[in-house]
């Protein structure tokens, strides 16, 4: 699990939903110089990534307190499963099947998770608790180095 949200959720924080979306964006673009999944990865972690940084930052927008960033970010991370869930379903799992086939996939996710016998398995019981503890990690982090960020963004 990487961190890479937490520079797109400090920004969505200090700038706004917006900065947030665009941080989201500049990373992804980058990493697709470099990627070994063909932009599929890429296209995952943007859409992700933006349901959760935009979120949080449009929460956390209209009452700038500890608790409300506390609040913004487990909401967002309810939202980034979500968002999780639908795109897997009905966008990301059905591009990586034109690189594996379906059943191999869900053998894939079986071999870790021997529950998981179909699309939806992979769904239900990988992205969307996988994105929601990821959102909760990222929301912890960003809540312990926050304050402490502050007066640099802010050029104070």
Known sequence: MDLSDFPALIGAFAFG???????????????????????VGEIANFLMGASYVVAAGV???HRKTKKTALLACV???FVMGAAAALANYFILLPLFETFMPLDQLIASFGAFLPFIHTKLD???????????LKGVIIGGFTMLTYKRLTPILKGR
Not at 17 to 28: A, D, Q
Not at 122 to 132: E, G, K, M, T
Request: hydrophobic letters at 50%; aromatic letters at 8%; zero cysteines.
């Open 17 to 39: 939903p917006l900065s947030g979306l665009l941080i989201e964006l500049v990373k992804n673009t980058l990493q697709l110089l470099t990627t070994s999944t063909g932009g």
């Open 59 to 61: 929460i956390y927008k």
């Open 75 to 77: 909401a967002a991370s």
């Open 122 to 132: 992979i769904v239900l019981f990988n992205a969307l608790p996988f994105n929601i």
